[in-house]
């Protein structure tokens, strides 16, 4: 009989490609993998991978049983929401993972929201960047990632993951009330100091690029992940930086334009597919939903 413990090994196997990889992602010695994908050969009676060199790879047969595993492991998470969902009750634990602007500014307020409406409904939270949120869902790590995409991303698809769009929320250019960048306009920011995410992060990638669009290279004086401290050194004069509405109120006092086309960035909760109707993600989903829309209210308004 097929066992589903030693499917989901297989089924890393097909898409990390390593065994070292799966070990890593599954949190198992390399041994324990090779011997988990041997008995999962035994299971099935047929040859399921071979070695070429000092790596291996799937047989057709493999391809077509990872396939499966995949289709399996999906719908033994929706037998288990659905059985959940029927009982009306929303109870347990839930993991999320989100990054610094969005837990700043509305997993809070979706906290408050749960406490009132689900108490029995414990969340328990880290914070990563979307990259590494995303194989953390995939390793099932945790139950749910908010994410982000901006107008340059392709975006992350994948047959095994349920998307659902949250906000669109609008980015802008905030300068200082005061001094020699307070009237200036995008177009025109080519030399003064911008204080911007690392090129490796999306918020970094989308403003060297809507820079480049305008005609010029950020001049990068502030390279930080961390928006409070942008606002900080914008707030406090020595910078000018590209930050969404929903972080807006963490600012305090600054000059908040439009950006150029008005861009915005995606946000989004991804589950592993079939558990889309659990009883416990559902809720926080709805109570994400809940807070994005105030949140986006009570944002200030840009200058016209």
């Not at 509305?106 to 009132?116: D, E, G, K, Q």
């Not at 099932?140 to 906000?167: C, K, M, N, Q, S």
């Not at 177009?187 to 820079?211: N, W, Y």
């Not at 109120?249 to 150029?260: A, C, H, I, M, T």
């Amino acid at each position: 009989m097929l066992d589903l413990h030693r499917l989901r090994v297989l089924f890393e196997l097909q898409r990390l490609g390593t065994v070292t990889a799966v070990a890593e992602a599954l949190q198992y010695t390399h041994s324990a993998i090779s011997q988990q994908l041997a008995q999962c050969e035994r299971d099935v009676g047929v040859k399921l991978y071979e070695k070429v060199g000092r790596r291996i790879r799937l047989t057709e047969q493999g391809e077509i049983l990872a396939e499966y595993a995949g289709r399996m492991l999906a719908l033994s998470d929706e037998a288990e929401s659905r059985v959940l969902a029927s009982t009306s009750l929303v109870r347990g634990t839930i993991r999320v993972t989100s990054f610094q602007t969005v837990m700043s500014s509305i997993i809070p307020a979706a906290l408050t929201v749960l406490a009132r409406t689900h108490p029995d409904l414990q969340v328990e939270i880290k914070q990563r960047d979307v990259e590494t949120a995303s194989e953390l869902l995939r390793t099932r790590e945790v139950d749910l990632i908010l994410g982000e995409e901006y107008d340059a991303d392709i975006p992350a698809t994948d047959e095994y993951v349920h998307r659902e769009l949250l906000a669109e929320d609008p980015l802008h250019l905030i300068t200082p009330q005061e001094g020699p960048w307070s009237e200036l306009t995008f177009s025109e920011l080519e030399g003064v100091p911008f204080a911007i995410d690392p090129a490796h992060l999306s918020m970094g990638r989308f403003t060297h690029q809507m820079c480049l669009r305008h005609g010029f290279s950020p001049n990068v004086v502030f390279e930080t992940p961390d928006p409070f401290l942008q606002g900080h050194l914008v707030r406090t004069g020595h910078a000018v930086a590209i930050v969404p509405r929903l972080f807006l109120p963490n600012l305090g006092s600054v000059r908040v334009l439009d950006l150029p086309g008005n861009s915005t960035r995606t946000l989004y909760t991804a589950v592993r597919s079939g558990r889309e109707s659990h009883p416990g993600l559902a809720a926080f989903r709805a109570a994400l939903a809940t807070a994005t829309q105030h949140a986006l209210v009570r944002a200030p308004e840009p200058e016209v």
